[in-house]
């Protein structure tokens, strides 16, 4: 059994700053991918952020300069800083992780934290 937890959501003001962090555990024999998406109300999940393995990122154009996705291997977590929050960053934002347990590999999901950003 694979479990991802995030921590870190809350309420800040525009050009505030906030870090989440997400923890994998369970039977984990590797973590490939990581990731952040986010949905906000009324729209579409949208990928935020991913980091690899080795630790090539990748990022959503509206983010670019601002989000920093990092992971720490050994503690089997994903970071994502966020600096310069905008009001449109507010959504419900989710971790996700490619996993390989010793019997399977599957792509799991945290169950989301709430980021409030206002103007």
């Known amino acids: 059994q694979v479990s991802l937890v995030e921590f870190g959501g809350g309420l800040v003001q525009a050009g505030e700053s906030l870090t989440l962090s997400c923890a994998a555990s369970?039977?984990?024999?590797?973590?490939?991918?990581m990731g952040w998406s986010r949905r906000a109300p009324g729209e579409q999940r949208e990928l935020v952020a991913t980091?690899?393995?080795?630790?090539?990122?990748n990022y959503a154009d509206s983010v670019k300069g601002r989000f920093t996705i990092s992971r720490d291997n050994a503690k089997n977590t994903v970071y994502l800083q966020m600096n310069s929050l905008k009001p449109e960053d507010t959504a419900v934002y989710y971790c996700?992780?490619?996993?390989?347990?010793?019997?399977?590999?599957?792509?799991?999901w945290g169950q989301g934290t709430q980021v409030t950003v206002s103007s």
């Open positions: 996700n992780a490619v996993i390989l347990t010793r019997i399977q590999s599957g792509n799991y």
């Open positions: 369970g039977s984990i024999f590797r973590i490939n991918a």
């Open positions: 980091i690899t393995s080795d630790g090539s990122t």
